[in-house]
């Protein structure tokens, strides 16, 4: 019985996990059309090209002066490897498609989560949102989403902050990638400067980074796959 129990629990938890990463995260080859809903966006090629060029890579490794990803230098490496000129506005329709459209909290949690999620918006969100306006840093709600219709298959880390700013990496393939450190201190800016992370159900315990510098204030939203916890 008690094996039973704790394989019901791992089932559990996988499909609450697998609920969390959210959204269709359809790619070019799996619509049609361009998300700019005009003749001079990219092809579908163009698109699945682009994933490929930001796959496992930072902005540096293009040339570009930025810690991550961004509309901005998603924008200019658009113009220099296809000779297009899209707009933030423009490259931000592409990012929803990935799945990086804002989400609500209870978007970021499965149905078994959904209240323990709302409960902490309601009971413990505004301490952290105050700590955040105290200590003068910026807030970001963390997530992942996974990319379909292009392969190897990827999962998108994104960084939303609540002024509305996006942040994002594509990940190289892996079975359940861990979250990266290095992604927490480039968020930080080149000044390192704190940040307080709400981060959601896309990771268990054991795949978050660990000895963080005391500047990023974890703050984690209740999930199956780990006990609720504010750091």
Do not use: K
């Not at 499909?15 to 092809?43: E, F, K, N």
Request: aromatic share 6%; net charge positive.
């Amino acid at each position: 019985m008690g094996a039973l129990l704790s394989d019901t629990r791992r089932s559990i938890t996988s499909w609450c996990r697998r609920h969390t990463l959210g959204g269709d995260g359809a790619v070019a080859a799996r619509r049609r059309g361009s998300p700019t809903g005009d003749a001079g966006g990219l092809t579908p090629e163009q698109e699945l090209d682009l994933i490929d060029l930001l796959r496992g890579r930072w902005p540096e490794d293009h040339a570009l002066d930025d810690e991550l990803w961004s509309r901005r230098t998603v924008a200019t490496l658009i113009e220099r490897r296809f000779g297009l000129t899209l707009s933030p506005t423009d490259v931000g329709h592409y990012l929803d498609a990935w799945g990086l459209a804002p989400r609500r909290p209870e978007e970021r949690a499965c149905g078994l989560c959904v209240d323990a999620v709302n409960e902490w918006v309601e009971r413990v969100y505004p301490t952290v949102l105050r700590a955040a306006r105290e200590h003068r840093t910026d807030l970001w709600w963390l997530g992942r989403t996974r990319l379909h219709g292009t392969t190897p298959a990827a999962d998108v880390l994104s960084a939303a902050s609540v002024r509305g700013q996006t942040r994002f990496m594509v990940l190289t393939p892996s079975v359940d990638p861990p979250l990266p450190r290095e992604f927490l201190l480039r968020l930080c800016g080149p000044d390192r400067r704190g940040v307080h992370l709400v981060v959601d159900g896309s990771w268990a315990s054991s795949e978050l980074p660990r000895r963080l510098p005391r500047t990023i204030v974890t703050h984690l939203l209740p999930s199956c796959a780990r006990p609720a916890r504010s750091a």
